[in-house]
């Protein structure tokens, strides 16, 4: 079965730091790009970061950009972001989740498929 | 970045109805618009995928169409198991991912 497990949340003082886990099964994490999509409250789904399937390709929203890091290690089929200078508007659940090309009979095209269970951030004093 | 524009933000309907959401890109995105529902407390699974292709998991009452910047979402026949957020997504220019507001469903 195909799974993202997600790990690392927890509750956070502002300016504080953390660092999120997202563990692969079922299928190879060093052949996919990934990404970190958070959630907050109530709220839609909010693109965070991006890595590329060797990790030479990253690239982050401007909202976490210079504070947030984006790294992967294939060999532990593992992916993690480690946020600093935590702020209230980071409180939000946290989803890894795969970017892959689908095949609609025609040609291929790109989903966010699977997404981890998620892990909440709290940020408050 | 492309922007994506969803309506309704939300929409309450009853069991049997036909439900339809739309989505707007920005730009011409030509099929790569993907659609996923969420339902409380869980993540977003993928529903359809290049503007109108279903996932294995999805009943046939659900449909999707469009290319360009126009695309629709829609439930034939609403059951209460459909109840959820709906957000569509485009994957023609990633990154980053661009994502819809998210559509509300709820029975009336």
């Known amino acids: 079965e195909v799974q993202l497990v997600e790990s690392g949340g927890a509750l956070i003082q502002p300016g504080g730091s953390l660092k999120l886990s997202c563990a692969a099964s079922?299928?190879?994490?060093?052949?996919?790009?990934m990404n970190w999509v958070r959630q907050a409250p109530g709220k839609g789904l909010e693109w965070v970061s991006y890595i590329s399937s060797s990790g030479s390709i990253v690239k982050y929203a401007d909202s976490v950009k210079g504070r947030f890091t984006i790294s992967r290690d294939n060999a532990k089929s593992s992916l993690y972001l480690q946020m600093n200078s935590l702020r209230a508007e980071d409180t939000a659940v946290y989803y890894c989740?795969?970017?892959?090309?689908?095949?609609?009979?025609?040609?291929?095209?790109?989903?966010?498929?699977?997404w981890g269970q998620g892990t909440q951030v709290t940020v408050s004093s | 970045d492309i922007q994506l524009t969803q309506s309704p933000s939300s929409l309450s309907a009853s069991v049997g109805d036909r439900v339809t959401i739309t989505c707007r890109a920005s730009q011409s995105i030509s099929k790569n618009l993907n659609w996923y529902q969420q339902k409380p407390g869980k993540a977003p699974k993928l529903l359809i995928y290049?503007?109108?292709s279903l996932q294995g998991w999805v009943p046939s009452r659900f449909s999707g169409s469009g290319s360009g910047t126009d695309f629709t979402l829609t439930i034939s026949n609403l059951q209460p198991e459909d109840l959820a957020v709906y957000f569509c997504q485009q994957s023609y220019s990633t990154p980053p991912l661009t994502f819809g507001q998210g559509t509300r469903l709820d029975l009336k």
């Open positions: 079922g299928f190879t994490l060093s052949t996919h790009e």
């Open positions: 290049a503007a109108s």
């Open positions: 989740a795969t970017t892959r090309g689908f095949y609609d009979g025609v040609g291929f095209y790109d989903v966010v498929d699977p």
